[in-house]
């Protein structure tokens, strides 16, 4: 078969938008096929399905032989893309692009170099080598453009608009440069606005608010009949100021239609009319007037079935009848007029003697201090409105810091685990037991009975507060000695450690209160003294703080700080590469290479999970030699640990990405999910003290399960089997997250 793009039908929607509507042609191999139409008629959204970037909702197409649907990746392999606007990347130098370009379709190094070389030749950017692309001229980026997407040699070479915005001169040395390609047997899909880059195309189709309405070779379209009907003729008019007779020969009787074209009036009038007729309606010419008979061009082509489909589509309108999409060149008309297909409709210049009254429609500005305001004020109450993201930040965000701080976060701390290492066992040691259970401040979590029990429930972090009874406890109350009680708190947490010491101390104060009023009531002795023989309390609680006897608050912040500071680095710096590059149009170029899902975002990742690294041994650092905070546990488990979690920040800012489109709602998204990591995670607000749904809802943030194990290592010394359940959580919220963000990453435009 010798077509190597054929579209039957093709059909895209976005919502309630028809951006194609049944769309059929063929192009053969070895053509210039050049795609006509206005900006929104469909053009840039034909090249992307038949890319494969996006899916059609309708219809099919076949590429090379491949379908669109089912075969994208096969033809990303084999075609080449350049894009409508400048896609490349601007802090690259031409050298990187071309070489990136080359490493992407797995181009070997020697056929990298060989191909580098032949491009470098063919688009003559040996001089810019070393210069930043973002840095070229327009005409310079094109060339670039296009050597990037020859790089691996596609058969086929899709450019969208390829010399909208640079100048004449560039314009014809890219032509020239695609002449060439076409001569060595690439096959090229063009769009344009352009009506000379149409006639140097082989063959051309026309495509207006989502239908093509007319396709073939240029030679042909200008043969159609409804082009110039039988019984008419067309004529050149060259004459001075031709916007202001232009509505003189429009009313000319015989007359179908009379046009701008540059510096002349193109009419279509009735075979009956001659010369001299056109001539003549313009008496004080004076023969300043030149008329000739001319064959119609490719704008002439477009601009009279533009006008023929804006009279039916105004019909069919008031009628409420669809007219049936075509798709040959004997079509002749399914298209309105287009500005992009026209030269522009120059409003009629005033005569000399008109400067006058022109000016007077030009009345007196004086500036108002608040001038524009209004305007403005409508203006951004608009940009608001669409933005849904901008709302729900605005909206959100105060309503869930109110609940957060007026629900969840409470400073007054009770309910502290405790766990208790009885090794007397008897009533009297069960009412001490009994008097820690009925305070507020004390939750009895676990009784263990030996050594090793007692130092895990402490290095796990399961208990902050542990309280050893010796032996001798009924003995030493029995025989009036004051017997000493040790209370072990966990000082990591400087707030709970506060609240845990106070509360032992005025317990013990309170219970040996209550010893000695019940004693005084039967004996009128002394009821206990201590080891020097004096009155003392019969309980004597002795609290000892581990891990941070000073109660230090930044051997307790400063930990969590690692873990805060982490999420913020790979959150926001992974969710800022991916969203910049959708928003410079760098994304969509890479959807159309063959580089994989899995190959982008680990490319993508990896650099930033190396740079987190970096990050954390230098916080890591900081922490231990400028705050003097030591690492008391496995220094090679907290770093595998922490790369564990650098893995679920990566996820997180993927699926960011995932759903902002723009860096603004990407700092929105981020936002979001920063406020509570950092006030219900444990940070900052212990979440024993949170409400049960809050505090269930806590499991779900990360890094929750990365602060427990920080401040396990650093300051309790405990090992990875002590802190297997925040291990075990962080692995399910890594995967979790990485599962629904690849998920949600499609290498598809939306």
Known sequence: MNSVIQLDQLTRDFGALRAVDQVSFEVERGAIFGLLGPNGSGKSTIIRMLCGVLEPTGGGAQVLGYDVSTEAELIKRRIGYMSQSFSLYADLSVRENIEFYGRIYGLSPEKLEQRFEEIIELTSLGDR?????????????????????????????????????????????????LFELAGQGVTLFVTTHYMDEAERCSDVGYIYNSRLIVCGKPEELKQLSSVTPPGSARWEIDIPHPATWLGTYRDMDGVHDA???????HVLADQSLSEHDFVNRIPESQGTVQVRPITPSLEDVFVT????????HDEDTHTGTVPEATTTQASAAQAETSDALTEPQIAPEKLPGDTKARSKQAPHFRQKMLAGFWAILVKEFSHIRREPSTLLFAFAVPVLQTLIFGFAIDTQIENIPTVIFDLDGRSSARELREAFANTRTFMIIDRVYDHDAFRRAFESGRAKVGVVIPPDYSDRLLKGEQVSVQVLIDGSDSQVATTALNASSLLGFNFSTNITKQFAETLNVVPSRNAEGKVALPVEIRPRLLYNPDLDSSHF????????ILQLVTLFLTSFAIVRERELGTLEQLFVTPVSKSGLLLGKLVPYAMIGFVETLIVLTVMVFLFGVPIHGNLWELLTLSLLFLICGLGLGMLVSTIAQTQLQAVQFAFLIMLPSVLLSGFMFPRSQMPLPIYLFTFIIPVTYFLEILRGIVLRGAGITDLLPYFTGLSLCCVVILAVSLKRFQKQLT
């Open 259 to 265: 046009t701008l074209f540059g510096q002349t009036i």
């Open 129 to 177: 080598l070393d210069q930043l692309a973002g840095n070229l001229s327009g005409g310079w980026k094109q060339r670039l453009a296009l050597g990037c997407a020859l790089i691996h040699e596609p058969e086929l070479l899709f450019l969208d608009e390829p010399t909208a915005g640079i100048d004449p001169v560039a314009r014809r040395d890219l032509w020239d440069l």
């Open 305 to 312: 079935l533009s006008r023929a489909e804006g009279l039916n």
């Open 557 to 564: 912040f400063v930990p969590g700080l690692v873990g805060i």
